[in-house]
């Protein structure tokens, strides 16, 4: 049997969010850095940031529910068929 803890995951979306904050910080520096200081690119990348910060919040609610003490079953030996 191999399990592993829902921790692992969190630890994981953790990791994910933290790069995607990453990316938008690139984002606005680019912008930045390059000239493209008009009023269209801001307000795409400030729709980028809100939907972001929506997902970010709303996966933040689920995942405080979460107890993390569980474990997840990946392969289970005892429920393969003796002839498989």
Same mark, same amino acid.
């Given at each position: 049997m191999f399990s592993l803890s829902l921790?692992?995951?969190?630890? @994981?979306y953790a990791i994910f969010v933290?790069?995607? @904050?990453?990316? %938008?910080a690139i984002n606005i520096y680019h912008l930045v850095s *390059?000239?493209? @200081?008009?009023? @269209?690119?801001?307000?795409?990348?400030?729709?980028v940031a809100l939907l972001m910060f929506a997902v970010i919040a709303t996966?933040?609610?689920?995942?405080? %529910?979460?107890? *993390?003490?569980?474990?997840f079953t990946l392969f289970d030996s005892a429920s393969v068929p003796i002839g498989f």
């Open positions: 921790s692992f995951f969190v630890i @994981l933290v790069l995607t @904050l990453v990316f %938008a *390059t000239g493209m @200081l008009n009023l @269209l690119s801001f307000s795409i990348s400030g729709l996966t933040g609610i689920y995942v405080s %529910a979460l107890d *993390t003490t569980q474990t």
